[in-house]
């Protein structure tokens, strides 16, 4: 899926001086890359279209989403279905990846910290949204408290934020991941079944996965959440070769600036967001409007990412085989600085 963007429609006052302050801010950084390289491809380059990817099928990509579609960015976008991948280049079209490279691309921190060991110039520069996982289980299936997952089937999808919240969740009752029975449920419409005719006893996924398999068991459903032990934090990556591209910087810069008033409209607003998720992600706007809640869009860099990512690259080193890398190797993926200068 592809949404492309050629230029800004109709805004407020107050949002159109904006619009002018950050096309200033592109052509001052444009013009200011020019100056100081002599290089006539920094100078002229053939397409100044902005390609952001990222899983258009998900509700956590609702800010990109209607920075697309109220033409909030200063200049020609294309919105992608795609992801982390996508910012060192995908040749093939598949189910999750659409062909091309991008500039910008979302997911979550599991995907940075995947990602980011064959190509350390990965750079987290943004939290996008924050995805409030809950674990749905069957109270016919004895459980009444997450110790009693014990022994149990649990559904969810792999090397995933969804599988490293699991795995949280069980850590948080003295479980581990080989305490139960893990298995693979996809597409997330199959979440509606895994619990009735599938054999499982519990399963997670983002939304609506979650929902799905809640409304199919309806009252024998409990619930397992606490984004205290963890919750997704879905964020805008890029490559630090952009980010010391003073032109592209410019770019980026003011993406991030339309990402921060996207998110302040969705917070007074949400439902100018639920048709366009809803579109984007083939979903009915009653469902993406029911499972709202479990998702927040702070726009900020929260202040325990480097937390969660030394933690979660633990988990993930030990699934590779690999040794862990330390806080401060984990800390050069998080660049605060363009959130900084946007919100100058």
Not at 15 to 25: D, H, S, Y
Not at 59 to 76: C, K, N, S
Not at 156 to 181: C, H, K, P, R, W
Not at 238 to 244: D, F, N, S, V
Request: charge should be negative; hydrophobic fraction near 45%; charged fraction near 20%.
């Amino acid at each position: 899926m592809r949404i492309t963007l050629l230029k800004p429609t109709s805004l407020t006052l107050h949002a159109a001086a904006l619009r002018l302050g950050l096309v200033a801010a592109l052509l001052v950084g444009s013009t200011a890359a020019q100056a100081q390289s002599g290089n006539a491809a920094a100078q002229a380059r053939p397409d100044d279209t902005l390609s952001v990817f990222g899983n258009t099928t998900t509700i956590e990509i609702a800010p990109v989403l209607v920075v697309a579609e109220r033409g909030l960015y200063p200049g020609p976008m294309t919105v992608t279905n795609g992801g982390i991948l996508n910012l060192f280049g995908v040749e093939t079209t598949s189910d999750l990846f659409t062909a091309g490279t991008a500039v910008l691309a979302t997911n979550a921190e599991t995907q940075a910290l995947r990602n980011s060991v064959e190509n350390p110039d990965l750079r987290i520069i943004l939290t996008v949204s924050e995805g409030l996982y809950r674990l749905v289980a069957k109270r016919s299936s004895g459980i009444a408290e997450i110790a009693d997952l014990r022994g149990k089937k649990i559904g969810t999808i792999l090397n995933t934020s969804s599988n490293y919240f699991v795995q949280a969740m069980l850590a948080s009752a003295g479980l581990s991941i080989d305490d139960v029975e893990i298995s693979t449920v996809l597409p997330l419409t199959s979440y509606a079944t895994a619990l009735t005719t599938g054999g499982l006893d519990a399963v997670s996924a983002w939304e609506p996965g979650a929902e799905y398999a809640a409304e199919a068991i309806g009252d024998d459903a409990i619930e397992f959440h606490d984004p205290t032990v963890y919750r997704e934090i879905f964020n805008l990556n890029t490559r630090a070769m952009h980010l010391e591209d003073p032109v592209m910087r410019a770019r980026i810069v003011a993406f991030v600036r339309a990402l921060i008033e996207a998110s302040e409209l969705i917070e007074e607003s949400p439902e100018i967001a639920w048709p366009l998720v809803a579109r984007s992600a083939g979903l009915d706007e009653a469902l993406v409007a029911r499972v709202w809640r479990h998702h927040s869009y702070p726009a900020t860099l929260v202040p325990d990412l480097l937390d969660v990512l030394v933690e979660e690259e633990q988990w993930l080193a030990s699934q590779a085989g690999r040794t862990a890398r330390s806080r401060e190797t984990l800390a050069t993926l998080i660049d605060g600085s363009v959130l900084e200068e946007a919100r100058r």
